[in-house]
């Protein structure tokens, strides 16, 4: 059982945990604002104080399974931040230093937080592959969040050498595959951050899907609500706010299957021997949406 959930605050009560312990998960994927460290100059005066209290109030049976976590903006230091945030190379010693990623891990000595994970279930290898959506990512266009696409053939979310990782690694044998960016990937019709204000990238990676879409799983954050998506048989989770409700009632997308979720909320990932039970959840543990994949 793979717990998944996003945007998580030090400094509001995080009674979620309660719930998401009785899960009773091997693992739990942490997709990005992991905490909100962030600062308008970007100091990081601010993130060193949020992983310190995060780091005290983390429930216990997190210590217990295996943790996975990738960043978004308030965990990278720039609110909507990219390429040009000056300080990344600090933000991301203070990242892989608080998650305790070990000192051989190639994260440590490449630019950027991306990396995958290849695990053993059922007899079934899945390959899960995390991206960093910020460390090269090009500048936004638009006003923010009334952002517009940018269509320029140089702009990138994950650049070049993450780009060539990645191909490689979709090449690789497995029989199921899971993509979490900390951004949504399907998803066109808010004008929020997303990977559609770079159509170009947004084309790039879901061609490179297109031969294996029959198993393939896309899970993202960042959104303070979730929703399940599905454009040309691939499905997208998002989950997404762990503690901080979004304060708009109402979205919808072309691509959402059912409604979104602006309460708190976190996703379950129980793979089975023969399918994928994909769940949304409140944070009493009642099911607000779900979806069945089978290999």
């Known amino acids: 059982m793979i717990g998944i959930g996003s945007c998580l605050d ?7 945990w309660n719930v998401i312990e009785n899960e009773d998960l091997s693992y739990f994927i942490f997709l990005g604002d992991n905490v909100y460290g962030d600062m308008p100059n970007g100091s990081l005066k601010k993130m060193s104080y949020a992983y310190k209290k995060q780091a005290s109030i983390f429930p216990d049976f997190l210590n217990n399974i295996n ?15 990219g390429v040009e945030y000056k300080y990344k190379k600090e933000s991301k010693k203070m990242f892989l230093d608080f998650w305790n990623i070990p000192k051989e891990d190639i994260r440590h ?6 990396f995958s994970e290849d695990i053993i279930l059922f007899e079934r290898k899945f390959k899960f592959i995390f991206l960093d959506t910020r460390y090269f990512r090009s500048n936004l266009m638009g ?7 940018n269509e320029s053939q140089e702009a990138t979310i994950l650049g070049n050498d993450q780009w060539q990782w990645f191909e490689n ?7 199921f595959l899971i ?9 066109e019709d808010h004008s929020f951050e997303k990977w559609a204000n770079f159509p170009r990238e947004r084309n790039k990676i879901l061609n490179i899907l297109e031969k294996i879409k029959s198993k393939t799983l896309l899970v993202s954050g960042d959104r303070h609500r979730g929703g399940i998506y599905k454009k ?17 009632p109402f979205e919808t997308d072309k691509y959402l ?8 909320n976190f996703g379950i990932l129980e793979i089975l021997e023969d399918s994928i039970n994909i769940k949304l959840k409140d944070k009493s543990g009642i099911t607000l949406n779900s979806i069945r994949l089978e290999y």
Do not use: C, M
């Open 109 to 114: 000595s490449r630019e950027g937080i991306y």
């Open 143 to 149: 006003k923010k969040n009334k952002y517009i696409r």
């Open 179 to 187: 993509v979490f960016s900390s951004i949504q990937i399907i998803p």
């Open 10 to 16: 030090q400094d509001y009560p995080q009674p979620i």
């Open 257 to 264: 299957i059912g409604n979104t979720y602006p309460q708190e």
């Open 67 to 81: 943790i996975y976590p990738i960043w978004d903006d308030h965990d990278y230091g720039k609110n909507d931040g």
């Open 169 to 175: 690694e979709v090449k690789q044998e497995f029989d």
């Open 232 to 248: 040309d048989d691939i499905y997208e989770i998002t989950a997404s706010s762990l503690n901080k409700p979004s304060s708009f």
